[in-house]
């Protein structure tokens, strides 16, 4: 049982390091968060869809499990809307701090899912969180949207990482994926064409827009979504959503090094995205030893 937890763990960084790239992946493509989002899950849906026809696997569901996945697939669109707008507005440095604060809003919500009580020092670490979230405001204001951006990205992170934990006690990896993948393409499809609509403007993509989405459709996201749902069977939502703040740690590296200038922040900032850092690395520690 360790074994296979350890093992799951070690999978889980893996993934982390990919949602890292990711969001390198969103500064480099050109087009804006909403056709980036559509793209990327759209792709994804086909890539997840020619795995299911190879498998040969049943699309099968009850309505139930549709109504679910409609739900969740919105908040999964609506999540990735936002961060990547944070990046297009701010940076890839401001977008993954602020994406931290996951860890804090998990400790609120899976209590209500999985009707335990809430636990003091998981509340603590979300808190300490917080506070170098707001030193990195106090310095970096000129990017106060994006970090609006990233904590709304946060908050639907941690909500459907919590649902998804719940759903996989029920249903295959890969049937949540593709139907949460696929109501949610269908969500921004509908909400384009009912406001401005598709413009070949918004939509067009360069040679390297396409072997960037191609890349974050099928690794980033079919192979990674899948994946993750699959390691909530073995890890709980909270420890899954606090492992993935590490993926700052991951992405800010990444786009220092790709990125050069654009992303060197204060000093300060460094300070606060430390500080949070620390936090998740010393809930890790507690964990295994049971103390929380």
């Known amino acids: 049982m360790l074994k296979t937890e350890f093992k799951n763990y070690l999978h889980l960084h893996f993934l982390v390091f990919i949602w890292g790239f990711t969001a390198i992946l969103g500064a480099l493509i050109s087009i804006d968060a909403i056709p980036l989002v559509w793209y990327r899950m759209f792709f994804a849906v086909i890539f997840i869809l020619i795995y299911f026809l190879i498998k040969k696997k049943s699309f099968k569901i009850s309505s139930k499990g549709l109504l679910k996945f409609l739900f969740t697939g919105i908040i999964i669109a609506l999540h990735w809307i936002a961060f990547f707008s944070a990046i297009k507005v701010a940076n890839v440095s401001i977008a993954l701090v602020a994406m931290s604060t996951g860890?804090?809003?998990t400790s609120l919500i899976e209590p209500l899912f999985f009707k335990r009580r809430l636990i003091f020092l998981e509340?603590?670490?979300g808190a300490i969180v917080i506070a170098g979230l707001y030193l990195i405001f106090n310095v970096e204001s000129e990017y106060t949207l994006g970090?609006?951006?990233a904590l709304i990205a946060a908050f639907l992170s941690?909500?459907?990482t919590v649902l998804n934990g719940l759903y996989i006690k029920k249903y295959e990896?890969?049937?949540i994926s593709f139907y949460q993948l696929l109501f949610g393409v269908g969500f921004i499809t509908i909400y384009v064409l009912?406001?401005?609509g598709f413009s070949f403007q918004s939509y067009a993509l360069t040679a390297m827009d396409i072997v960037y989405l191609l890349i974050l459709s099928s690794i980033c996201t079919a192979y990674a979504f899948i994946a993750s749902v699959k390691i909530m069977k073995y890890l709980t939502p909270y420890t899954v959503m606090l492992t993935v703040n590490l993926e700052?740690?991951?992405?800010i590296i990444l786009a220092v090094i790709i990125f050069s200038e654009k992303e060197k922040m204060s000093t300060e900032f460094y300070i606060g995205a430390l500080v949070i850092f620390i936090t998740v690395i010393l809930n890790g520690i507690l964990k295994n030893k049971k103390i929380i």
């Open 194 to 196: 009912a406001t401005n």
């Open 103 to 105: 860890a804090l809003f």
């Open 158 to 160: 941690a909500l459907f």
């Open 173 to 175: 990896a890969e049937t």
């Open 123 to 125: 509340l603590f670490f």
């Open 248 to 251: 700052p740690v991951y992405g």
């Open 147 to 149: 970090i609006i951006y």
